[in-house]
């Protein structure tokens, strides 16, 4: 946040990668984007290569932030091998925002299998 901050202040810069975790979290990238926003600095949501959860919150992020107005690399989780979740799914080159409670997406059958099996 910090570097952000002074970067964002100089004026130093003319676009932010924001990074979910690089960040710190939600509160935190949200905080950076407004910051952005404050200082009429473009912004994105860079890569964050993680599960479809990590990019099913980022996903809800980006929806919500009027300021995200170029490419986001969001479709990450491809890379991910074994993803415990689903629910999120580049289809046609598109990815959609999931329905469903919390994030829209689920712990996969075998996922959830395991988990009990090492809990039991």
Known sequence: MRE???LVSARAVDAVSLKIPKLGGLRNTLAAARLCEAAHVE???GA???SRLLSAQALHLACTLR???Y???LGEFDRLLDDPFGGLEVEAGV???P???GSGVNLRAAAA???KARTA
């Open 95 to 97: 990815l959609r925002l």
């Open 48 to 50: 964050a290569v993680g």
């Open 99 to 101: 329905a469903g409670a």
């Open 113 to 115: 299998d395991a988990r």
């Open 67 to 69: 300021g995200v107005d």
């Open 43 to 45: 912004y994105r949501l």
């Open 4 to 6: 952000i901050f002074e």
């Open 71 to 73: 490419a986001c690399e």
